[in-house]
């Protein structure tokens, strides 16, 4: 039975630490594709820093991005090609 018990656990174990690799490496790989100018964008750290900010600039609360309607994700785009990251200060 102890046997049995110390197999199981380790199996565990090895499962914890695949699932916890397997979600950190996807971070940042998420691609966003903006159909209004046909390019993808990977949202990572920055986009979402870029985001943040447009909706600072038009006084809006943050509200997840895949909530947005397909307008107000176009809106999204478009201030976003006319802001590269160097434009924020």
């Known amino acids: 039975m102890f046997k049995i018990t ?3 656990s380790s199996a565990i174990l090895a499962a914890s630490f695949l699932l916890v690799s397997g979600i950190s490496g996807c971070t940042g790989r998420v691609r966003v594709y903006d159909g209004y100018h046909r390019d993808y964008h990977h949202w990572d750290h920055d986009e979402d820093d870029a985001y943040r900010r ?4 038009h006084h809006e609360d943050y509200r997840n991005y895949n909530k947005l ?3 107000q994700q176009r809106d999204y785009w ?4 006319d802001h590269n990251d160097s434009d924020h200060h």
Request: glycine share 8%; net charge positive.
């Open 6 to 8: 110390r197999i199981l």
């Open 54 to 57: 447009y909706l600072g600039e």
């Open 69 to 71: 309607n397909k307008d």
């Open 78 to 81: 478009n201030w976003r090609h």
